[in-house]
């Protein structure tokens, strides 16, 4: 597999967001079941407990994939995001924006408000979201501050979406990358993690996009040793029985953790202000 940075470098060189989302994202996607109506029953259900709320929501992804903020909207203030390559945030810039041709999520934005329930439209529920969203970041899970060099602080929700085993190359960088944007989060908050497990990789068109194999017993070891109480653990076996060879995940794993421990403070010298958003 490649290196951790190879990796950042081959999605900066080769991750078509479009693409992405016509593979998985899309209605008539084989995938969109298992990716997003199964994963996000898990997601929604989760937050009516209603002990996963505050001010400040961090989310962080391989791609623009800022939807799935979306459930977390009437629980937070403030919703920022956090992805690997230029390309992405600009397309996150672009929807954020509404510009034409902008990246179009209706189809995971419906199902997530027809799984939710509550009152007001999709379209009601993507206005809100945009609203909220403060501030865009480049992320370096390498980094012991992901975000350098901005020093953003710690939020009360952590939402990583196919994130680490998207952007590492082994189980040792996986772990330090865990402890990495952990530093990210306040003591006492939830980490969310939506991730494929027992996967190897994936393909958009005809480029194969190789992924960290991990399993649930490996993800669960890191989550302790990283200082998190695991409070939910959802497995989401593969019911789509075709097209193993467009991608090979045994599961889609939705966990609910809390941060226990106190990860050391990032240099406050890298600090600069500011936002990607206001470029």
């Not at 490649?2 to 994202?25: C, G, I, L």
Request: glycine letters at 6%; one cysteine or more; aromatic letters at 10%.
């Amino acid at each position: 597999m490649a290196s951790t940075m190879d990796m950042r470098e081959f999605y900066e060189n080769y991750s078509d967001a479009r693409k992405v989302r016509e593979a998985y994202f899309i209605q008539e996607s084989s995938f969109f079941d298992d990716l997003v109506t199964r994963v996000f029953s898990n997601f929604i259900k989760c937050l009516s407990s209603g002990d996963v709320r505050g001010d400040t929501v961090l989310g962080l992804s391989f791609g623009p994939v800022i939807f799935y903020t979306l459930p977390l909207c009437e629980y937070f203030n403030e919703i920022n995001f956090a992805c690997p390559t230029d390309k992405s945030i600009q397309e996150i810039k672009n929807w954020l924006k509404s510009v034409p041709d902008a990246l179009d999520w209706s189809d995971a934005a419906k199902m997530i408000c027809e799984l939710h329930g509550s009152g007001g439209t999709w379209i009601e529920k993507q206005h809100t979201l945009k609203r909220k969203v403060k501030s865009l970041y480049k992320l370096d899970v390498t980094s012991r501050n992901p975000l350098s060099p901005i020093i953003h602080p710690q939020a009360d929700c952590l939402l990583l979406v196919h994130c680490l085993e998207n952007l590492v190359s082994d189980e040792k960088s996986y772990c330090e990358a865990l402890t990495n944007v952990s530093s990210l989060l306040k003591p006492g908050g939830h980490l969310l993690m939506i991730a494929a497990l027992e996967a190897t990789f994936f393909m958009v068109g005809d480029v194969t996009f190789p992924l960290l194999c991990i399993d649930k017993c490996f993800l669960k070891d890191a989550l302790i040793g990283a200082g998190y109480v695991i409070e939910e653990f959802h497995l989401i076996p593969r019911k789509l029985m075709r097209l193993h060879d467009r991608g090979d995940y045994k599961y889609f794993v939705f966990l609910k953790a809390k941060k226990e421990n106190c990860n050391p403070p990032i240099d406050k010298e890298e600090t600069v202000q500011g936002n990607l958003l206001e470029k």
